[in-house]
């Protein structure tokens, strides 16, 4: 069974551009977040899909970031336009069906991006 | 809302030797605990986890931990480490389906 994968592995834009993260959940798998790493700082938890329906947002930035999942398959997140604290690793994670809040979560390798 | 803390930044230790990364949660009435492990040039992957039950809790790899309720603790442990050990260890919890990460461990496993 093949893990979460996340496209790019690295990003490097300059200040006002655009981009798009993409994560492809395990298979199956109906839910799907997002998690940002800041450098030196703890992961923090930016949104949370079940299937194509945003369940929970309260982690997003401001209104420069946009995720979407249509089809309830992959996600992509946009940073539109990128700041420079907008930096850091960001992590997609996947589970399986059910309102069980146990149920693990696992998780891509991350795409770092760094904006100069 | 949960919380969890983990004091030590980066733990050096010489191989063999054994280790203890602590982790500390907020009081809650129910807690699920996490400790995952991120390998360089890795995503994060589950260590253990602990729902309820037993408090002592066997993960991947050697690792272990124990819920400790009236210390709001669980401290990961492994009694003999490996090079290849070598990783950022984060312990978790479960706040409204989303995880709360602490600000991680560096572990450093010398020869």
């Known amino acids: 069974e093949a893990g979460v994968t996340q496209f790019p592995s690295h990003s490097v834009i300059e200040k006002g551009q655009t981009v798009t993260l993409r994560c492809d959940p395990i298979?199956?798998?109906?839910?799907l977040y997002w998690y940002r790493r800041v450098m030196g700082k703890e992961i923090k938890f930016l949104l949370h899909?079940?299937?194509?329906?945003?369940?929970?947002e309260s982690g997003m930035p401001n209104n420069r970031f946009l995720a979407e999942r249509t089809g309830g398959t992959y996600s992509t997140l946009k940073v539109q336009p990128a700041e420079l604290e907008d930096s850091g690793v960001y992590f997609c994670?996947?589970?399986?069906?059910?309102?069980?809040?146990?149920?693990?979560?696992?998780f891509g390798p991350g795409t770092r991006l760094l904006v100069l | 809302a949960q919380s969890v803390t983990q004091l030590d930044s980066q733990v050096p230790v010489f191989e063999e030797a054994p280790v203890e990364l602590r982790c500390n949660y907020s009081?809650?009435?129910?807690?699920?605990l996490f400790w995952y492990v991120q390998y360089p040039n890795q995503g994060l992957q589950l260590l253990l986890k602990?729902?309820?039950?037993?408090?002592l809790v066997k993960g991947i790899n050697g690792f272990e931990a124990e819920f400790n309720k009236s210390q709001t603790s669980f401290h990961l442990r492994k009694p003999s480490v490996h090079i290849s050990d070598t990783a950022e260890y984060f312990c978790?919890?479960?706040?409204?389906?989303?995880?709360?990460f602490g600000t991680g461990t560096r572990l450093l496993v010398s020869p």
């Open positions: 298979s199956g798998h109906d839910n």
């Open positions: 009081s809650s009435v129910s807690v699920y």
């Open positions: 602990y729902l309820s039950g037993s408090t």
């Open positions: 899909f079940v299937k194509e329906s945003k369940q929970d």
């Open positions: 978790a919890v479960i706040s409204f389906q989303k995880l709360v």
């Open positions: 994670a996947s589970s399986r069906s059910g309102g069980v809040i146990t149920e693990t979560q696992y």
